[in-house]
């Protein structure tokens, strides 16, 4: 099968290595779509790919022993290797499993664990099924395009009552706008490139900045009678960004962070957290038990068309990356056998 790798700074390529063997609960699934995400950073540093890929939609190929899927199944391919037996997989939380499997070491090879190839192998647990009707390219958005905001909209409970801060619109931002709109929540978005304010205006956001203005506090304070926004849902990993979360969410209000980011951020107990009552929470993905919450905003959105910016062949997996790094876009899926 065909793979993707790195070839050095900006520069990626198909290499051919083995198909991977089902083995025990583990099957092959055959790559259908899958959605670039940060890879695009190693691309850029000319690093070599952790996982090769870790969002995707496929069909079943083949299977070892008799488990949850069989050969044909449509499914969607969640991310990592979880144990599947402690307390946080067991309640669905598999992404925060202290006791990630070792692939190379069961499996016997370091090919086949990403979903930018012909063929990944996973344990039948982690392959939840699509709806008929439903295509590839709109599954594979139940990863990250939907699915790593939408665990921060359950987490801090948003509905048709609150008015959201999204800060950060690139393809996690751009899909919170699309959970927003899913739930009725007014949207207030912070992006810096042109392209993607525009493209979260399309999607029903009613007023977009550039982080670079001055006064954002006061700005958002103004267009919510003085309060600020009920909730705000971090995606940018930037620090000002965070900073302006907490600062243009009102009282009693709930912020979660999805950005990712190693940067300290300053938070003074009692200003920011204490006397003001702010719900501060980290969210990473969701939980397992509410994939069927997450399919329905695919299946249902009318905004998921806009959310894939662009549909690639894997064979040009150097201009998605490129795509990534320039801001022009959304979300950016690649189509394997092509
Ligand atoms: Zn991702
Ligand atoms: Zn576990």
């Known amino acids: 099968m065909k793979k993707v790798v790195i070839l050095g700074e900006r520069q990626a390529g198909l290499v051919e290595v083995p198909d991977p063997q089902p083995k025990q609960d583990w099957v092959v699934v055959k790559v259908r779509a899958s959605a670039l995400c940060t890879e695009y950073k190693s691309y850029l540093a000319g690093r070599p790919l952790a996982a090769g890929g870790h969002e995707g939609a496929g069909e079943v190929a083949a299977t070892a022993d008799p488990g949850p899927v069989k050969t044909g199944d449509r499914v969607v391919i969640l991310p990592q290797y979880p144990c599947g037996r402690c307390a946080l997989c067991k309640k669905g939380d598999y992404v925060y499993c202290e006791n990630n499997l070792d692939f190379q070491a069961f499996t016997g090879s370091a090919d086949g664990c990403g979903t930018f190839a012909h063929y990944i192998l996973k344990p039948g647990w ?31 409970q948003v509905s048709a009552l609150d008015t959201v801060l999204i800060t950060g619109l690139g393809p996690v931002g751009l899909g919170a706008v699309v959970n927003a ?34 006064g954002l506090v006061e700005k958002i304070l103004a267009c919510t009678e003085g309060q600020g926004a009920t909730c705000s849902v971090e995606c940018s990993g930037k620090v000002a960004s965070q900073r302006l979360c907490l600062d243009a969410t009102r009282r009693r209000g709930r912020v979660a962070f999805v950005g990712e980011s190693n940067d300290t951020l300053a938070v003074r107990a009692s200003p920011d957290l204490l006397r003001k009552g702010l719900t501060l929470v980290g969210s990473w993905l969701y939980n397992l ?20 910016s662009h549909v690639i062949p894997m064979s040009r997996i150097q201009d998605g990356f490129e795509l990534l790094a320039s801001g022009q876009c959304a979300k950016v899926v690649v189509d394997p056998w092509r």
Request: charged share 20%; aromatic share 10%.
């Open 289 to 308: 038990y509410d994939y069927p919450r997450v399919i329905q905003v695919i299946q249902e959105s009318p905004l998921i068309d806009l959310l894939i």
């Open 126 to 156: 982690l392959l939840p099924p699509i709806p008929d009707g439903m295509s590839y390219e709109h599954a594979t958005m139940a990863i990250d395009g939907i699915g790593a905001s939408f665990g921060a909209f359950q987490a801090i």
């Open 181 to 214: 709109r899913f739930r009725g929540a007014r949207v207030i978005g912070v992006e810096p490139v042109p392209w993607r304010r525009e493209r979260a205006l399309q999607m029903g956001a009613e007023m977009v900045f550039d982080p670079g203005e001055p």
